[in-house]
């Protein structure tokens, strides 16, 4: 069952499209992901979701829901960080614990919550005085807090060192073996690679790929990468007539050449007819970070 | 849980952190009483002067010092807070709850209202006891006087903001717009004591005329028609400029 429908979704500042056409469903109890370089529309995307902005052209649903026209019973199920925003600065993370939770008919209790962010220690200390880390970690929790069904992360990592980082990351996984459907907007591919069911790689307010991770992935052009040092020079035009190959590197002797499996393949006779040893040879998967940057060049 | 304009979770948190300003503790609720306590100070104040019909010109300061509370409390108190709710994404935060972001426009209106009102009791109190100035004559004229002022103020606080972009230019509008409004309300010449051309034309700004509506009430008798319409057209016409321009984010 969906519970975010996005349907060509569209919205302009100053007659300048920062959304163009956006389409795409999450699923109920997934993470989805949205990826995509700055400015590419990601914040605006989900602000038409959470209902902070209202929509030019296109349809969005939560739970069936119109976020704009039927606002108060979206924020009822769907809990929301923003990618900016404060608190009163002299407000403790107590008091603002306890303000939120009051908001929401069934809120979730927010100690354990406080407990799992790292927030216990500091319950009196005063808004103002929390590191980028701290608030973060804050509003983490002052999403979750309302028991939502349906959670959106913006840039949920920003600020957090590597440990809070990781601990973050497993509270989400968390939060989703509970039900919850999470919507990770982030520019992390190690975060958006070990947490996304799937990601729509959204580039110039447009969906340009959407798909699993490892789809992602093996739709790139060099979704494979083969590295060795020859024990003796090959002839480039021999390595530029690989099939499927995507590109070739030498640099310092060694030799990095991306394809697919069949590259793989060709590489492997290639060295053994030309009487070729290969040191260190490594055949790798390339990464979501290669899948990304080839997807949005290729639209630019 | 609540979605009207007015959540009481939010009222108590704002009261709470007015509670941590001693700045606006100092301002909206001391500053008008200790004004009115040096004037009072001074032995000429204490005598009976002609030119303000007889009156003590420290008799005269009371309403005065009254009007001084709200007005600080409206024009330099409210609208950069507020201003700075919207420019550091705390309405915006807000909106993302079940809650509406103008609980917490009304909350501080609720908040600056109160230490308005109490401001003025501290200086009715303080007028009585240091300085035997008679309490208002006409307690219930004077009560719907400045509870119109008090509209009027924060409603001009709302317009200020809504206005604003930034805290910083909050700040400077406010205190700009502060000195014409300490004006008007007599701070520097009460406006008994105006020449009759300019009290006219102070009777209808908002301030003058709450002025003047708090002489008639403390001095016996029913405000002024006039004064009371016009405190009431500017807490319209200030409500309607607010509502209009004001944006959560």
Partial sequence: ?300 | MSTDVLDTAVLRSEFRLFRREPGGIFWVMLFPTVLLAILGSIPSFREADPGLGGLRPVDAYVPVAVLLGLIVGGLQGMPPTLTGYRESGILRRMSTTPVRPSALLTAQMVVFGAAALLSALVALAVGRLAFRVALPEQPLGYLLALLLALLASLALGAVLSAVSRTTKIATAVGSTTLFPAMFTAGVWLPVEAMPDLLADIVGWTPFGAAARALNEAAAGDWPGALHLAVLAGWTVLLTAAASRWFRWE
């Fill in chain 1, 1 to 300: 069952m969906s519970v975010i429908d996005v349907t060509d979704l569209r919205k302009s500042y100053g007659g300048r499209a920062a959304v163009d056409g956006v389409s795409f469903t999450v699923e109920e109890g997934e993470i989805f992901g949205i990826l995509g370089p700055n400015g590419a529309g990601k914040t605006t995307t989900v602000e038409c979701v959470e209902g902070l902005r209202v929509p030019d052209a296109g349809r969005v649903r939560v739970t069936g829901l119109d976020p704009v026209a039927d606002h108060e019973e979206v924020t009822r199920v769907l809990g929301a960080q923003l990618q900016q925003s404060e608190l009163q600065p002299k407000l403790t993370v107590r008091e603002a614990l306890e303000l939120y939770t009051s908001f929401y008919p069934r809120p979730a209790d927010w100690r354990p919550l406080a407990e799992r962010l790292g927030l216990t220690g500091k319950l009196t200390t005063r808004f103002g005085k929390l590191s980028g880390g701290q608030k973060q970690r804050l509003f983490i929790a002052l999403a979750l807090i309302g028991n939502p069904r349906i959670v959106v992360l913006d840039e949920l990592t920003t600020g957090l060192d590597p440990r809070a980082r990781r601990d973050t990351w497993e509270l989400i996984e968390d939060v989703r073996a509970g039900g919850v459907t999470v919507l990770l907007v982030t520019h992390f591919m190690e975060e958006a690679q070990r947490l996304c069911d799937r990601i729509a790689v959204i580039d110039k307010g447009r969906v340009a790929a959407l798909d699993t991770p490892s789809g992602l992935i093996r739709r790139s052009a060099g979704a494979t990468v083969i590295s060795f040092t020859p024990s003796a020079p090959l002839d480039d035009a021999d390595l530029n007539t690989l099939p499927q190959l995507a590109s070739v590197q030498h640099k310092d002797g060694r030799i990095t050449l991306s394809g697919t499996d069949e590259t793989v393949n060709a590489v492997i006779t290639l060295l053994a007819r030309s009487r070729v040893t290969a040191h260190q040879l490594r055949v790798t998967d390339a990464t979501l970070d290669d899948a990304f940057l080839d997807l949005t060049e290729a639209t630019a």
